[in-house]
């Protein structure tokens, strides 16, 4: 079975500030990783997503997110953020057909 | 533009009655997903159509059933909302053998139960 953790249920940054937003998984095969933002009261879209090769993603807005097998993580990180980077973050893996979401990370961005 | 649309984006219904919430695809995937989602929590994976092919999570009250007539259309049917069904409820879509079943979501239905 597999499973996300995220370990910051909330995380306040001023805006420009760097942030990283942190994620591990367990699983026993390999498995797809993504992170997924949700602004409020709307689906959810998708951010970034680690297939394979490069371990380190980036997505067009300014995150990236680096896969660390060893660690078994993949953190979020974005070196200046905006006010309207204000959201939900979730982190998920995807072994096949389903995908297992964390259980989110609020980030608000602070004027 | 390729997209899932959910129709309505707000439902209010009454306690105990059948309420069908809908989605539909111009993405041509197909597996589609019913998701339940509460309050600053993560998303619920209800069930999932691959294909026509019907999965349900064993953890999905009777309550919820689904519908999936073609390709494009899928439909939530709960046949008897509790004021615990009260929630966004969110559609997703992947392109099964493409590898990574990256899931598309449509805006979501916010289903209150008077």
Redesign the interface.
Same mark, same amino acid.
């Given at each position: 079975a597999q499973s996300v953790t995220q370990l910051d249920s909330q995380v306040p940054v001023f805006e420009e500030a760097p942030v990283e937003l942190r994620c591990n998984y367990s699983s026993s095969v390999s498995v797809y990783l993504f992170w997924y933002v949700q602004y409020p009261n709307q689906g959810l879209q998708l951010l970034l997503k680690y297939l394979s090769g490069s371990t380190l993603v980036e997505s067009i807005n300014g995150f990236e997110a680096e896969f660390n097998k060893s660690q078994t993580s993949f953190h979020l990180r974005k070196p200046s953020v905006h006010i309207s980077d204000t959201a939900e973050y979730f982190c998920a893996v995807s072994p096949y057909d389903k995908v297992i979401f964390g259980p989110g990370t609020s980030l608000s961005v602070i004027p | 533009d390729a997209m %899932?649309i959910?129709n309505p984006r707000y439902q209010v219904t009454q306690f105990g009655k059948p309420v069908t919430l809908s989605c539909s695809q111009t993405l041509n995937h197909n %597996?589609m997903y019913w998701y339940q989602q509460k309050s600053?929590?993560?998303?619920k994976?209800l069930f999932?159509y691959?294909d026509k092919d019907f999965n349900n999570e064993a953890d999905t009250p009777d309550n919820f059933q689904s519908r999936r007539p073609n390709t494009s259309f899928c439909f939530l049917d709960i046949r008897s909302p509790g004021l615990g069904d009260a929630a966004?409820y969110?559609c997703?879509t992947?392109r099964?053998g493409q590898?990574?079943?990256?899931?598309?979501?449509?805006?979501?239905t916010?289903l209150t139960v008077t």
């Open positions: - | %899932v959910q %597996v600053s929590q993560a998303p994976l999932h691959y966004m969110l997703a992947s099964a590898g990574s079943y990256e899931q598309y979501f449509g805006p979501g916010r």
